[in-house]
């Protein structure tokens, strides 16, 4: 019964702010190492498992989610209407045209994604602390680590967010109370347990997790402070909540507590890290765990959003031709198109090496998609531009040589056949203010191949885990914080680390990318695209690195309010009060 208030309580509560809280018993993925579904779970473990599964319900691995918000909203990549597809009413063009209205229902559905990630939180949290749960104490601070995880979301794009304050629903402001979930965070690193201790992983918000977090915090706390100054420069150097330190210095504090901990390595191969095969990998700090075998599939778009309908790692699965990344992008890398980072061939077990230039005539059909009768097709990994190639249909199945092979061949737009499948890194829209293709326009663009396509399940499901802190991205992370104190060895050392840890693939000589010799702020700048390109970063990178209000393709100059989405008109008609429109919308 009293199980029963909290949940009630909370729930009453919660809605009363206008979120959207969905009951935990029908989330019972294997997220904590349990299975959910068996009655003898405790209710700590069942709400704790909700409060993780809002990461991957959409909202960090969806093209809806973070997707839309974080690279869409910038230079790495823009989904746009493609002749009859992905028109949507304009919804998906305005966050690379910087249209988007309280009206936008992607918006919204964030918004209340976030929303719901605090509920859950909050559920666990008092569902747990009013039990005699063995690990109550670890517990409850996983729960309070992911609400200020979802609360900082919602400040980084809203600027407002939700919190409960007693009994009192009260709305969070960035500038104001980024120092209280800086804070709360620390505070909670005591009960945290270390990546693998008490069988924790990478899944699990540990001590780790935590030194991530904070160093994303500290590193963007002076654009919180100061985010809507169209002549601020920010000042990343101000005094920190611990005295006698600056916030470069806790990034660098909490970033180097991950490169010296022992417990990660750099992979040579980068995208190892993006692979089906990638839990659990050197690099992996804190992920979203996604599964096929659960209650609910994870998600394929990082993946599949990128790859056109004619690409088919199986004769059952294909792409749906919807992102591409801007020339700005692509351009950015003109002259290190040898860094490993790039791109990377896919070489099959029999030795042949799938080139995708017109040389190849057949790969071998030695792979097969799990729990099914299909060959499956590897492409390469990495930014793809120019014509592609690969395996095409003949009768439902691909075809093949007279020894079995996977026939290699130039393709073609499924929707405009007309049309070769030449990814052009340049866009060139009839209407440069809009990212408008005609039919027989609709394969421009160069694609990301980051993150690889998993064919299991049909086109929709993945068991890549998504990173959310990876030690590549607290390398860089480290390398700003050194390069903003003035401290450019020591900046261009960490840089020259992921440069030369990673290797070209085999047919290369293995050999590791180039050190630089010298490091300035646009190195600096195209250096965290090339580490953490598609990896729903780059639009608090751009603001920090004073890029997010210029012009380029398709997107005009705007002005800092932009920099913040609007609060969503359905938000404000449930709650006006506690709500406050953002400036300028």
């Not at 609360?151 to 709305?171: C, H, K, R, S, W």
């Not at 809507?228 to 006698?244: D, I, K, P, V, W």
């Not at 030690?471 to 020591?490: H, Q, S």
Request: proline share 4%.
């Amino acid at each position: 019964m009293k199980t029963n208030n909290i949940f009630k309580k909370t729930t009453a509560a919660l809605m009363a702010a206008g979120m959207f809280f969905s009951s935990c018993t029908d989330l019972n993925e294997d997220v904590l190492d349990e299975v959910l579904i068996d009655n003898s779970v405790t209710n700590p473990e069942r709400t704790l498992a909700a409060a993780y599964d809002r990461l991957g319900d959409g909202t960090f691995v969806d093209n809806s989610g973070m997707i839309a918000m974080q690279e869409y909203t910038s230079d790495i990549a823009l989904l746009p209407t493609r002749g009859s597809d992905w028109g949507d009413g304009g919804k998906w063009r305005a966050f690379h045209e910087f249209t988007w209205s309280p009206y936008n229902e992607v918006v919204l559905n964030n918004w209340n994604r976030l929303n719901n990630g605090i509920a859950r939180s909050i559920t666990a949290i008092e569902t747990t602390e009013k039990s005699d749960f063995a690990d109550k104490a670890l517990f409850v601070a996983e729960a309070k680590a992911l609400k200020a995880f979802y609360t900082y979301t919602m400040l980084d794009l809203f600027n407002q967010a939700p919190a409960m304050e007693g009994d009192e629903i009260v709305a969070l402001n960035g500038a104001d109370d980024i120092d209280k979930l800086i804070k709360e965070v620390e505070s909670l690193v005591p009960d945290l347990a270390s990546l693998g201790e008490k069988s924790t992983h990478s899944g699990r918000f540990t001590k780790e997790a935590a030194y991530g977090f904070l160093a994303q915090m500290y590193l963007n706390r002076a654009v919180f402070k100061d985010r809507f100054n169209a002549a601020s420069q920010f000042n990343f150097n101000e005094n920190s909540l611990t005295t006698g330190k600056s916030d470069m210095d806790m990034v660098i504090e909490y970033t180097s507590k991950l490169i010296d901990s022992g417990k990660f390595n750099l992979a040579s191969n980068f995208f190892e890290n993006f692979s089906i095969n990638n839990s659990g990998g050197s690099e992996m700090i804190f992920t979203v765990v996604q599964q096929i075998d659960g209650a609910r599939s994870g998600d394929n778009d990082l993946g599949y959003v990128n790859m056109a309908r004619n690409q088919r790692p199986s004769p059952a699965n294909r792409g749906t031709n919807a992102t591409c990344t801007t020339p700005e992008f692509f351009h950015s890398w003109d002259g290190n198109h040898d860094d490993p980072r790039f791109s990377r061939k896919y070489q099959y077990r029999d030795g042949t090496w799938f080139m995708n230039d017109g040389t190849d005539i057949s790969v071998p059909a030695e792979d097969v998609v799990p729990n099914t009768s299909d060959v499956w097709f590897h492409f390469n990994s990495g930014i793809l531009f120019g014509q592609q190639y690969g395996p095409v249909l003949e009768k439902g199945n691909f075809m093949m040589t007279d020894e079995g092979r996977i026939k290699v061949l130039p393709l073609v737009m499924e929707k405009s056949s007309g049309t070769p499948m030449d990814f052009t890194p340049e866009l060139n829209f009839d209407n440069p203010s809009e990212s408008v293709f005609a039919q027989n326009q609709i394969n421009r663009g160069a694609r990301i191949f980051k993150f690889e396509h998993d064919p299991m399940n049909g086109n929709g499901s993945s068991r890549v885990d998504v990173p959310i802190y990876r030690l590549g991205g607290i390398y860089i992370m480290r390398a700003e914080a050194y390069f903003r104190k003035g401290d450019e060895v020591n900046a261009l050392a960490d840089v020259n680390m992921l440069r030369t840890s990673r290797t070209r693939e085999a047919l290369y000589g293995s050999v590791p990318g180039e050190a630089l010799t010298t490091l300035d702020e646009a190195q600096l700048y195209k250096e965290l695209g090339f580490e953490l390109y598609w990896e729903m970063q780059r639009r608090p990178q751009m603001i920090r690195f004073g890029k997010f209000d210029e012009a380029y393709t398709a997107k005009p100059k705007t002005q800092p309010f932009r920099r913040v989405f609007c609060i969503p008109q359905a938000t404000l008609d449930v709650n006006g009060t506690l709500f406050k429109q953002n400036n300028g919308y």
